[in-house]
Protein backbone atom coordinates (compact mmCIF):
# COMPACT_ATOMS: atom_id res chain seq x y z
CA UNK A 1 0.00 0.00 0.00
CA UNK A 2 1.64 3.60 -0.76
CA UNK A 3 0.38 5.93 1.41
CA UNK A 4 0.01 10.08 1.42
CA UNK A 5 0.00 12.69 3.31
CA UNK A 6 -3.24 12.89 5.35
CA UNK A 7 -5.60 15.49 3.71
CA UNK A 8 -5.22 18.87 5.05
CA UNK A 9 -1.06 18.19 5.79
CA UNK A 10 1.66 18.65 3.09
CA UNK A 11 5.34 17.72 2.92
CA UNK A 12 7.79 20.66 3.62
CA UNK A 13 10.27 19.80 0.49
CA UNK A 14 13.35 21.58 1.14
CA UNK A 15 12.12 25.15 -0.72
CA UNK A 16 9.41 24.96 1.29
CA UNK A 17 11.45 23.71 4.66
CA UNK A 18 13.68 26.32 3.82
CA UNK A 19 11.74 29.45 3.30
CA UNK A 20 10.27 28.15 6.39
CA UNK A 21 13.56 28.62 8.29
CA UNK A 22 14.69 31.46 7.14
CA UNK A 23 11.27 33.39 7.66
CA UNK A 24 11.62 32.34 11.23
CA UNK A 25 15.02 33.28 11.21
CA UNK A 26 14.31 36.64 10.39
CA UNK A 27 11.18 37.11 13.21
CA UNK A 28 13.55 35.79 16.15
CA UNK A 29 16.28 38.46 14.73
CA UNK A 30 14.07 41.06 14.19
CA UNK A 31 11.31 40.59 17.35
CA UNK A 32 15.23 40.08 19.40
CA UNK A 33 15.84 44.02 18.86
CA UNK A 34 12.15 44.20 20.68
CA UNK A 35 13.14 42.34 23.65
CA UNK A 36 11.57 38.95 22.21
CA UNK A 37 12.92 35.84 23.87
CA UNK A 38 12.01 32.55 22.21
CA UNK A 39 9.58 29.84 24.16
CA UNK A 40 8.46 26.09 23.16
CA UNK A 41 5.39 24.93 24.72
CA UNK A 42 4.03 20.83 23.76
CA UNK A 43 2.01 20.90 20.76
CA UNK A 44 -0.43 18.91 22.93
CA UNK A 45 -2.30 19.95 26.43
CA UNK A 46 -4.34 19.47 28.57
CA UNK A 47 -8.04 19.65 26.34
CA UNK A 48 -9.15 22.67 29.07
CA UNK A 49 -6.14 24.79 28.48
CA UNK A 50 -7.80 25.81 24.87
CA UNK A 51 -11.47 25.31 26.44
CA UNK A 52 -11.20 27.91 28.80
CA UNK A 53 -8.67 29.95 27.49
CA UNK A 54 -10.29 30.25 24.11
CA UNK A 55 -13.94 29.15 24.86
CA UNK A 56 -15.79 26.44 23.88
CA UNK A 57 -18.45 28.38 21.97
CA UNK A 58 -15.63 29.48 19.19
CA UNK A 59 -15.36 26.97 16.00
CA UNK A 60 -11.66 26.50 16.70
CA UNK A 61 -12.16 25.01 19.73
CA UNK A 62 -16.09 23.71 19.37
CA UNK A 63 -15.16 22.04 16.21
CA UNK A 64 -12.34 22.35 14.74
CA UNK A 65 -10.00 20.85 17.76
CA UNK A 66 -8.23 17.49 17.37
CA UNK A 67 -8.34 15.50 20.38
CA UNK A 68 -5.83 13.26 21.76
CA UNK A 69 -6.05 9.59 23.61
CA UNK A 70 -3.47 7.63 24.10
CA UNK A 71 -4.19 4.04 22.61
CA UNK A 72 -4.36 2.52 26.01
CA UNK A 73 -7.25 5.14 26.56
CA UNK A 74 -8.85 4.35 23.08
CA UNK A 75 -9.02 0.91 24.18
CA UNK A 76 -10.78 1.64 27.65
CA UNK A 77 -13.30 3.61 25.96
CA UNK A 78 -13.88 1.20 23.07
CA UNK A 79 -14.31 -1.16 25.99
CA UNK A 80 -16.90 1.11 28.22
CA UNK A 81 -14.97 1.04 30.73
CA UNK A 82 -14.42 3.88 32.12
CA UNK A 83 -15.23 7.60 30.41
CA UNK A 84 -11.85 9.41 29.84
CA UNK A 85 -11.85 12.02 32.94
CA UNK A 86 -11.42 15.37 31.25
CA UNK A 87 -7.66 15.84 32.72
CA UNK A 88 -7.12 13.18 31.20
CA UNK A 89 -8.08 14.86 27.66
CA UNK A 90 -5.61 16.22 25.82
CA UNK A 91 -5.77 17.90 22.58
CA UNK A 92 -2.79 19.18 19.66
CA UNK A 93 -2.47 23.18 20.07
CA UNK A 94 -5.19 24.87 17.44
CA UNK A 95 -3.12 28.08 18.60
CA UNK A 96 -0.35 28.79 20.70
CA UNK A 97 -1.32 31.66 23.21
CA UNK A 98 -3.23 29.58 25.32
CA UNK A 99 0.20 27.40 26.10
CA UNK A 100 2.13 30.18 26.56
CA UNK A 101 -0.34 31.93 29.29
CA UNK A 102 -0.87 28.25 30.78
CA UNK A 103 3.35 28.28 31.18
CA UNK A 104 3.17 31.81 32.29
CA UNK A 105 1.13 30.97 35.06
CA UNK A 106 2.72 27.48 35.61
CA UNK A 107 6.37 29.00 35.57
CA UNK A 108 5.19 32.37 37.72
CA UNK A 109 7.52 34.37 35.01
CA UNK A 110 5.92 37.60 35.82
CA UNK A 111 6.10 37.96 40.05
CA UNK A 112 4.24 41.23 40.40
CA UNK A 113 6.47 43.89 39.88
CA UNK A 114 8.23 42.21 37.13
CA UNK A 115 9.13 43.85 33.95
CA UNK A 116 7.43 42.70 30.67
CA UNK A 117 7.97 39.57 29.76
CA UNK A 118 8.16 38.66 25.72
CA UNK A 119 8.08 35.89 23.62
CA UNK A 120 8.47 34.38 20.24
CA UNK A 121 7.63 30.92 19.01
CA UNK A 122 7.64 28.90 15.83
CA UNK A 123 5.66 25.91 15.35
CA UNK A 124 3.13 23.67 13.73
CA UNK A 125 -0.84 24.18 15.18
CA UNK A 126 -3.63 21.75 14.14
CA UNK A 127 -7.04 22.71 12.87
CA UNK A 128 -9.69 20.41 11.40
CA UNK A 129 -10.95 23.05 8.76
CA UNK A 130 -12.05 22.18 4.86
CA UNK A 131 -8.73 22.26 2.95
CA UNK A 132 -8.38 25.04 0.30
CA UNK A 133 -5.51 27.15 -0.65
CA UNK A 134 -3.45 28.82 1.89
CA UNK A 135 -5.27 26.63 4.57
CA UNK A 136 -4.34 23.77 6.24
CA UNK A 137 -5.20 21.26 9.20
CA UNK A 138 -1.62 20.90 10.10
CA UNK A 139 -0.51 24.79 9.30
CA UNK A 140 2.61 26.31 10.70
CA UNK A 141 2.70 30.08 12.69
CA UNK A 142 4.98 32.66 13.84
CA UNK A 143 4.04 34.39 17.19
CA UNK A 144 5.12 36.59 19.90
CA UNK A 145 3.12 37.52 23.13
CA UNK A 146 3.78 40.70 25.23
CA UNK A 147 2.98 39.94 28.83
CA UNK A 148 2.63 42.69 31.66
CA UNK A 149 1.66 46.36 29.52
CA UNK A 150 -1.26 47.52 29.68
CA UNK A 151 -0.35 51.00 28.49
CA UNK A 152 -1.17 51.96 24.71
CA UNK A 153 2.41 51.96 23.40
CA UNK A 154 2.73 48.52 24.20
CA UNK A 155 -0.10 48.05 21.42
CA UNK A 156 1.75 50.05 18.51
CA UNK A 157 4.92 48.72 19.32
CA UNK A 158 3.92 45.37 18.90
CA UNK A 159 1.89 46.31 15.50
CA UNK A 160 4.54 48.04 14.60
CA UNK A 161 7.34 45.36 14.79
CA UNK A 162 4.80 42.97 12.93
CA UNK A 163 4.59 45.88 10.44
CA UNK A 164 8.66 46.04 10.26
CA UNK A 165 8.34 41.96 9.97
CA UNK A 166 6.45 41.81 6.70
CA UNK A 167 8.59 44.96 5.37
CA UNK A 168 11.65 42.52 6.21
CA UNK A 169 10.07 39.49 4.08
CA UNK A 170 9.85 41.47 0.90
CA UNK A 171 6.39 42.52 1.11
CA UNK A 172 5.70 45.83 -0.37
CA UNK A 173 4.10 48.11 1.95
CA UNK A 174 1.15 48.86 -0.47
CA UNK A 175 0.32 45.27 -0.99
CA UNK A 176 -0.66 44.91 2.89
CA UNK A 177 -3.79 46.56 4.40
CA UNK A 178 -3.53 46.89 8.26
CA UNK A 179 -6.74 46.53 9.84
CA UNK A 180 -8.01 48.02 13.49
CA UNK A 181 -10.75 47.67 16.07
CA UNK A 182 -11.10 47.72 19.59
CA UNK A 183 -13.23 45.16 21.04
CA UNK A 184 -13.85 46.92 24.31
CA UNK A 185 -13.55 45.65 27.91
CA UNK A 186 -15.44 44.05 30.75
CA UNK A 187 -17.08 47.61 31.29
CA UNK A 188 -18.68 48.38 27.96
CA UNK A 189 -18.72 44.86 25.70
CA UNK A 190 -21.17 43.25 27.87
CA UNK A 191 -23.93 45.97 26.63
CA UNK A 192 -22.23 45.49 22.96
CA UNK A 193 -23.33 42.03 22.96
CA UNK A 194 -26.37 42.33 23.64
CA UNK A 195 -27.20 44.91 21.22
CA UNK A 196 -25.88 42.81 18.33
CA UNK A 197 -27.79 39.97 19.95
CA UNK A 198 -30.49 41.68 19.55
CA UNK A 199 -29.43 43.01 16.42
CA UNK A 200 -29.70 39.72 14.92
CA UNK A 201 -32.79 38.23 16.74
CA UNK A 202 -34.30 40.65 14.88
CA UNK A 203 -32.66 40.03 10.92
CA UNK A 204 -32.81 36.66 12.06
CA UNK A 205 -35.26 35.97 9.01
CA UNK A 206 -32.13 36.61 6.88
CA UNK A 207 -29.30 35.02 8.41
CA UNK A 208 -27.80 31.80 8.46
CA UNK A 209 -28.64 29.28 10.94
CA UNK A 210 -25.00 28.95 12.25
CA UNK A 211 -24.92 33.16 13.02
CA UNK A 212 -28.60 32.67 14.80
CA UNK A 213 -28.14 29.80 16.93
CA UNK A 214 -24.62 31.56 18.11
CA UNK A 215 -26.94 34.83 19.24
CA UNK A 216 -26.64 34.27 22.73
CA UNK A 217 -23.33 32.47 22.70
CA UNK A 218 -21.68 34.33 20.34
CA UNK A 219 -22.89 36.73 18.49
CA UNK A 220 -19.90 38.98 17.70
CA UNK A 221 -18.79 35.65 15.51
CA UNK A 222 -21.65 36.70 12.79
CA UNK A 223 -19.11 39.50 12.11
CA UNK A 224 -17.02 36.95 10.36
CA UNK A 225 -19.92 34.62 8.48
CA UNK A 226 -18.79 33.16 5.55
CA UNK A 227 -22.48 34.26 3.49
CA UNK A 228 -22.18 37.24 1.52
CA UNK A 229 -26.23 37.93 2.80
CA UNK A 230 -24.77 37.46 6.42
CA UNK A 231 -22.57 40.20 5.73
CA UNK A 232 -24.42 42.79 3.89
CA UNK A 233 -26.75 42.12 7.10
CA UNK A 234 -23.92 42.69 9.15
CA UNK A 235 -22.62 45.71 7.81
CA UNK A 236 -25.92 47.75 9.03
CA UNK A 237 -25.26 46.25 12.31
CA UNK A 238 -24.30 48.78 15.88
CA UNK A 239 -20.48 49.18 16.00
CA UNK A 240 -18.17 48.93 19.09
CA UNK A 241 -16.13 51.75 18.55
CA UNK A 242 -20.07 54.00 19.26
CA UNK A 243 -20.17 52.17 22.30
CA UNK A 244 -16.70 52.09 24.05
CA UNK A 245 -16.32 53.39 27.68
CA UNK A 246 -13.82 56.33 28.09
CA UNK A 247 -11.15 54.04 28.77
CA UNK A 248 -10.99 51.77 25.89
CA UNK A 249 -11.69 55.13 23.85
CA UNK A 250 -9.09 56.70 25.55
CA UNK A 251 -6.74 53.69 25.10
CA UNK A 252 -7.75 53.20 21.43
CA UNK A 253 -7.21 56.52 20.13
CA UNK A 254 -3.72 56.62 22.25
CA UNK A 255 -2.76 53.33 19.70
CA UNK A 256 -3.49 55.34 16.77
CA UNK A 257 -1.80 58.42 17.74
CA UNK A 258 1.14 56.06 18.47
CA UNK A 259 0.65 54.64 14.95
CA UNK A 260 0.62 57.94 13.76
CA UNK A 261 3.94 59.14 14.87
CA UNK A 262 5.44 55.83 13.76
CA UNK A 263 4.33 56.27 10.32
CA UNK A 264 2.47 53.55 10.36
CA UNK A 265 -0.54 53.43 8.08
CA UNK A 266 -3.85 51.60 8.61
CA UNK A 267 -7.62 51.39 8.27
CA UNK A 268 -10.23 51.19 11.23
CA UNK A 269 -12.45 48.83 10.88
CA UNK A 270 -15.30 48.46 12.89
CA UNK A 271 -16.09 44.72 12.09
CA UNK A 272 -12.88 43.41 12.54
CA UNK A 273 -13.72 40.94 15.74
CA UNK A 274 -10.90 38.49 16.06
CA UNK A 275 -12.22 35.09 16.40
CA UNK A 276 -10.86 33.82 19.95
CA UNK A 277 -13.43 34.87 23.20
CA UNK A 278 -9.92 36.47 24.98
CA UNK A 279 -9.40 39.44 22.83
CA UNK A 280 -10.03 42.50 24.79
CA UNK A 281 -9.65 46.13 23.32
CA UNK A 282 -7.39 46.43 20.40
CA UNK A 283 -7.59 44.22 17.87
CA UNK A 284 -5.59 43.83 14.52
CA UNK A 285 -5.15 41.88 11.02
CA UNK A 286 -2.53 42.40 8.05
CA UNK A 287 -4.19 41.32 4.63
CA UNK A 288 -2.96 40.94 1.52
CA UNK A 289 -4.17 42.88 -0.93
CA UNK A 290 -3.74 40.43 -4.27
CA UNK A 291 -2.35 37.11 -4.92
CA UNK A 292 -4.13 35.19 -1.92
CA UNK A 293 -7.86 34.74 -2.76
CA UNK A 294 -9.95 34.44 0.05
CA UNK A 295 -7.69 33.25 2.30
CA UNK A 296 -6.01 36.69 2.22
CA UNK A 297 -5.45 37.12 5.97
CA UNK A 298 -1.35 37.32 6.98
CA UNK A 299 -2.05 37.45 10.38
CA UNK A 300 -3.65 39.14 13.43
CA UNK A 301 -4.02 39.61 16.68
CA UNK A 302 -4.54 41.84 19.79
CA UNK A 303 -5.23 42.22 23.15
CA UNK A 304 -5.98 39.64 26.05
CA UNK A 305 -6.14 41.65 29.17
CA UNK A 306 -8.63 38.99 30.87
CA UNK A 307 -6.78 35.77 29.54
CA UNK A 308 -3.60 35.14 32.39
CA UNK A 309 -6.79 34.92 35.25
CA UNK A 310 -8.37 32.14 33.21
CA UNK A 311 -5.24 29.99 34.13
CA UNK A 312 -5.54 30.92 37.48
CA UNK A 313 -2.75 34.13 37.24
CA UNK A 314 -3.22 37.54 39.13
CA UNK A 315 -4.66 39.98 36.25
CA UNK A 316 -2.31 39.93 33.82
CA UNK A 317 -2.55 42.54 30.83
CA UNK A 318 -1.17 40.94 27.15
CA UNK A 319 -1.42 41.57 24.14
CA UNK A 320 0.21 39.14 20.84
CA UNK A 321 -0.12 37.84 17.05
CA UNK A 322 0.62 35.14 14.98
CA UNK A 323 0.91 34.78 11.08
CA UNK A 324 0.44 32.19 9.08
CA UNK A 325 3.47 30.93 7.46
CA UNK A 326 1.74 29.04 4.57
CA UNK A 327 -0.08 32.82 3.67
CA UNK A 328 3.50 34.71 3.69
CA UNK A 329 4.53 31.99 1.60
CA UNK A 330 2.03 32.13 -1.30
CA UNK A 331 2.16 36.23 -0.86
CA UNK A 332 6.08 35.77 -1.69
CA UNK A 333 5.38 33.44 -4.19
CA UNK A 334 2.82 35.64 -5.64
CA UNK A 335 5.45 38.79 -5.67
CA UNK A 336 7.94 35.99 -7.71
CA UNK A 337 5.33 35.23 -10.00
CA UNK A 338 4.90 38.62 -10.61
CA UNK A 339 7.94 39.62 -11.14
CA UNK A 340 8.89 36.72 -13.86
CA UNK A 341 5.84 37.53 -15.52
CA UNK A 342 7.72 40.95 -16.00
CA UNK A 343 6.47 42.93 -13.14
CA UNK A 344 7.60 45.99 -11.76
CA UNK A 345 7.28 44.75 -8.09
CA UNK A 346 9.76 44.97 -5.53
CA UNK A 347 10.72 42.58 -2.51
CA UNK A 348 10.04 38.86 -2.37
CA UNK A 349 12.21 35.88 -2.60
CA UNK A 350 15.29 35.74 -0.88
CA UNK A 351 14.19 33.30 1.45
CA UNK A 352 13.43 30.58 -1.33
CA UNK A 353 16.86 30.75 -2.74
CA UNK A 354 18.19 27.54 -1.30
CA UNK A 355 22.06 27.41 -0.64
CA UNK A 356 24.03 25.53 -3.40
CA UNK A 357 26.78 23.84 -3.33
CA UNK A 358 30.13 26.06 -3.48
CA UNK A 359 32.30 23.13 -5.24
CA UNK A 360 31.82 19.67 -6.70
CA UNK A 361 34.81 17.33 -6.31
CA UNK A 362 35.28 15.22 -9.64
CA UNK A 363 37.48 12.44 -9.61
CA UNK A 364 39.62 10.16 -11.74
CA UNK A 365 40.15 7.38 -10.00
CA UNK A 366 39.95 5.46 -6.64
CA UNK A 367 43.38 7.46 -5.92
CA UNK A 368 41.89 10.62 -6.80
CA UNK A 369 38.09 9.65 -4.74
CA UNK A 370 40.68 9.18 -1.27
CA UNK A 371 42.33 12.92 -1.83
CA UNK A 372 39.02 14.35 -2.79
CA UNK A 373 37.36 12.36 -0.05
CA UNK A 374 39.82 14.11 2.73
CA UNK A 375 39.59 18.05 0.74
CA UNK A 376 36.07 17.75 0.87
CA UNK A 377 36.64 17.41 5.30
CA UNK A 378 39.17 20.29 4.50
CA UNK A 379 36.89 22.32 2.76
CA UNK A 380 34.01 21.95 4.84
CA UNK A 381 35.74 22.94 8.02
CA UNK A 382 36.79 26.00 6.27
CA UNK A 383 32.97 26.91 5.92
CA UNK A 384 32.96 25.54 1.88
CA UNK A 385 29.90 23.52 0.81
CA UNK A 386 31.00 20.69 -0.99
CA UNK A 387 30.17 17.91 -2.38
CA UNK A 388 31.67 14.70 -4.37
CA UNK A 389 30.66 11.33 -5.89
CA UNK A 390 29.91 8.39 -3.95
CA UNK A 391 28.58 6.43 -6.66
CA UNK A 392 31.26 5.70 -8.92
CA UNK A 393 30.31 7.71 -11.89
CA UNK A 394 32.29 8.25 -14.86
CA UNK A 395 34.21 11.76 -14.63
CA UNK A 396 31.49 13.00 -17.38
CA UNK A 397 28.41 11.92 -15.21
CA UNK A 398 29.98 13.84 -12.76
CA UNK A 399 30.15 16.64 -14.45
CA UNK A 400 26.20 16.15 -15.04
CA UNK A 401 25.65 15.31 -11.63
CA UNK A 402 27.65 19.37 -10.87
CA UNK A 403 25.33 20.63 -13.15
CA UNK A 404 22.40 19.47 -11.96
CA UNK A 405 23.02 20.72 -8.60
CA UNK A 406 24.30 24.26 -9.67
CA UNK A 407 27.43 23.84 -8.37
CA UNK A 408 29.62 27.38 -8.90
CA UNK A 409 32.72 25.37 -9.34
CA UNK A 410 34.00 21.64 -9.90
CA UNK A 411 37.60 20.76 -9.18
CA UNK A 412 39.24 17.94 -10.84
CA UNK A 413 41.81 15.55 -9.24
CA UNK A 414 43.56 13.10 -11.13
CA UNK A 415 46.93 11.71 -11.03
CA UNK A 416 49.06 15.33 -12.48
CA UNK A 417 46.63 17.07 -9.65
CA UNK A 418 47.88 14.93 -6.86
CA UNK A 419 51.41 14.73 -7.31
CA UNK A 420 51.67 18.21 -8.04
CA UNK A 421 49.08 19.02 -5.33
CA UNK A 422 46.74 20.68 -7.65
CA UNK A 423 43.44 20.95 -8.65
CA UNK A 424 42.04 21.98 -11.86
CA UNK A 425 38.99 24.19 -10.98
CA UNK A 426 36.30 24.88 -13.73
CA UNK A 427 33.90 28.04 -13.02
CA UNK A 428 30.97 26.46 -13.79
CA UNK A 429 29.52 29.78 -14.83
CA UNK A 430 32.18 31.14 -17.48
CA UNK A 431 33.25 27.47 -18.29
CA UNK A 432 36.85 28.88 -17.59
CA UNK A 433 39.45 26.81 -15.97
CA UNK A 434 42.64 27.15 -14.14
CA UNK A 435 45.29 24.89 -12.62
CA UNK A 436 45.19 26.05 -8.46
CA UNK A 437 47.13 25.31 -5.34
CA UNK A 438 45.29 23.31 -3.39
CA UNK A 439 46.66 25.88 -0.41
CA UNK A 440 44.96 28.36 -2.26
CA UNK A 441 42.09 26.99 -3.06
CA UNK A 442 40.06 28.13 -0.35
CA UNK A 443 40.84 31.81 -0.87
CA UNK A 444 39.60 31.35 -4.49
CA UNK A 445 36.36 29.67 -3.08
CA UNK A 446 35.19 32.20 -0.88
CA UNK A 447 32.11 33.90 -2.63
ZN1 LIG B 1 -24.14 33.78 8.82
ZN1 LIG C 1 -14.48 49.68 27.73
Known sequence: MAFKAPPGTYDLLPEQAYAFNSIRQIAFDLFERYGYQPIETPTFEHLEVFTHGIGDATDVVGKEMYL???QRGLSAVLAGDVPPRTSEMLALRPEQTAGVARALVQH???????ATVK?????????????????YREFRQIGAECLGAAEPSADAEVIVMLMRFFSALGIPRERMRLLLNSMGDDVCRPAYRAQVRDYILAHADVLCADCVRRADTNPLRAFDCKSESCQAVMADAPRITDVLCADC????DAVLAYLDAAGIAYEEDPRLVRGLDYYTRTVFEVQAIQGLGAQNALGGGGRYDRLIEVFGGKPT???GFAVGFERILLALQALEEEKAAGGECEGGGAVFALPRVRIFLATVDDQARQAAFELALDLRDAGIPVEMDHQGRSLKSQFRLADKIQAAFVGILGPDELADKTIRLRDMATREEALVALENLVERLVP
Open 68 to 70: ALS
Open 249 to 252: RGHY
Open 119 to 135: FVYAGAMFRHERPQKGR
Open 317 to 319: PGL
Open 108 to 114: NLLPPGA
